[in-house]
């Protein structure tokens, strides 16, 4: 079987590879659709990769393979950059050369992969200043193998923008967005996880033709037509955030807390958002200052589909989540205790997520008891990537 070591390469680098995967893969070549390296990455990587979060993954092993490149992580590549930004390299590199009359013969390398990175790293070590039309430094419009919009072939382009399509590698802005599980949250990787929360119910006038279901009644009619038409599909769905924004154990994470939010309202049209300190009693708030009250018997009317996120730390005096008049605030309706007001919640809506900032493998040595019988009430993700794709699963109901 072809390339079979290949797969276990990819399996290596924690590319989930199956049977199936494979069995694909030789199909592919046998209907031809394989002729040259940028195929073979192509369709393999359609075959093998079925989750963002595995693509980096999946360059490095192939990379590996068929390049003998060892490509580091994206987290241990950093060092390098580094290296690079402390050098005038990315604001000389990007200028470019005006005056268009250096006329250079074009200079074809062929250094073995790691023999060009290796050469590369000693190069950087070395340079002390910008250079321009050489064949020895990292620089611009030379025949060096390392640089850009020059004329050289098979090099490594430093930042600017590919001219001969021949590099092989390249150094600079590695754009990304890291997708793996335990990854730190970051603007990009939020908005695409929350992309998937979505409620595609049928809306507005019948004026779309229902294809499966014409065809079944023709067949069902002895081949007589008769047109089925349905309403579009529309995303209708409400999300509803509560934010624990008082009190000195979530000061840590209101930087983290603030993104979240922020990626929630570019995400969801509909979002509502209330404040409560540390537990939740007979009133909400509308604002951060928490001066403007809203009703939680008003909140509990809302539609029993509505989606509800509660981000919180869960953690205060058992007083504040078990007693009547235990909320630590003044003003606050808590002639109720907390916990009766937590259980009314989860029991109007049917999809309630509580995302705790904790980091999960912290929970079962979290000493709190407010803590743990919350997590008695509520489904709790932790505040990571992790946590917002699997709540992004439970509030979709699956």
């Given at each position: 079987m072809l390339f079979i070591d290949f797969f276990y390469t990819l399996r290596g680098y924690g590319v989930p590879v199956t049977v199936e995967n494979i069995l694909e893969f030789e199909?592919?070549?046998?209907?031809?659709?394989?002729?040259?390296?940028?195929?073979?990455?192509?369709?393999?990587?359609?075959?093998?990769?079925?989750?963002?979060?595995?693509?980096?993954?999946?360059?490095?092993?192939?990379?590996?393979?068929?390049?003998?490149?060892?490509?580091?992580?994206?987290?241990?590549?950093?060092?390098?950059?580094?290296?690079?930004?402390?050098?005038?390299?990315?604001?000389?590199?990007?200028?470019?050369?005006?005056?268009?009359?250096?006329?250079?013969?074009?200079?074809?390398?062929?250094?073995?992969?790691?023999?060009?990175?290796?050469?590369?790293?000693?190069?950087?070590?070395?340079?002390?200043?910008?250079?321009?039309?050489?064949?020895?430094?990292?620089?611009?419009?030379?025949?060096s193998p390392f640089g850009h919009s020059g004329k050289s072939y098979r090099g490594i382009r430093v930042y600017g923008e590919s001219g001969q399509m021949s590099a092989i590698k390249t150094i600079g802005e590695r754009r990304y967005i890291d997708y793996s599980i335990d990854a730190g949250l970051k603007s990009e990787n939020i908005r695409q996880a929350l992309g998937f929360l979505k409620n595609m119910v049928p809306k507005g006038p019948k004026d779309e033709i229902d294809l499966d279901e014409t065809i079944y009644q023709m067949a069902k009619n002895g081949g007589?037509?008769?047109?089925?038409?349905?309403?579009?599909?529309?995303?209708?769905?409400?999300?509803?955030?509560?934010?624990?924004?008082?009190?000195?154990?979530?000061?840590?994470?209101?930087?983290?807390?603030?993104?979240?939010?922020?990626?929630?309202?570019?995400?969801?049209?509909?979002?509502?958002?209330?404040?409560?300190?540390?537990?939740?009693?007979?009133?909400?708030?509308?604002?951060?200052?928490?001066?403007?009250?809203?009703?939680?018997?008003?909140?509990?009317?809302?539609?029993?589909?509505?989606?509800?996120?509660?981000?919180?730390?869960?953690?205060?005096a058992p007083e504040e989540l078990f007693s009547p008049q235990g909320s630590i605030e003044y003003g606050v309706d808590d002639s109720k205790p907390g916990y009766y007001w937590l259980e009314r919640i989860n029991k109007r809506f049917r999809y309630c997520v509580w995302l705790n900032p904790i980091r999960k493998g912290r929970w079962d040595r979290y000493g709190s008891q407010t803590f743990q019988e919350i997590r008695k009430i509520f489904h709790m993700e932790d505040l990571t990537l992790g946590g917002i794709k699997s709540m992004v699963e439970y509030l979709k109901g699956e």
């Open positions: 199909k592919a070549i046998e209907k031809g659709l394989i002729s040259d390296i940028d195929e073979l990455y192509t369709v393999s990587r359609l075959i093998c990769v079925k989750k963002i979060e595995d693509i980096d993954n999946f360059d490095r092993a192939f990379s590996s393979y068929f390049l003998g490149l060892d490509l580091p992580k994206i987290e241990d590549i950093s060092d390098l950059y580094r290296l690079l930004e402390n050098k005038p390299f990315k604001e000389w590199l990007d200028e470019q050369i005006k005056s268009g009359n250096l006329k250079l013969d074009d200079v074809r390398w062929n250094i073995p992969p790691e023999e060009l990175f290796k050469r590369f790293i000693e190069t950087v070590m070395k340079q002390t200043e910008a250079h321009h039309g050489g064949n020895k430094w990292v620089g611009t419009e030379g025949t007589e037509i008769e047109f089925i038409f349905k309403s579009e599909l529309r995303d209708d769905i409400n999300v509803v955030l509560l934010i624990d924004n008082g009190g000195y154990s979530m000061t840590p994470y209101a930087r983290l807390v603030s993104l979240v939010f922020s990626k929630m309202k570019d995400r969801f049209r509909n979002l509502s958002t209330y404040y409560f300190r540390n537990c939740v009693y007979g009133n909400l708030f509308i604002n951060p200052q928490r001066t403007k009250i809203y009703s939680t018997e008003k909140f509990l009317s809302k539609r029993p589909d509505t989606r509800v996120i509660i981000i919180g730390d869960a953690a205060m």
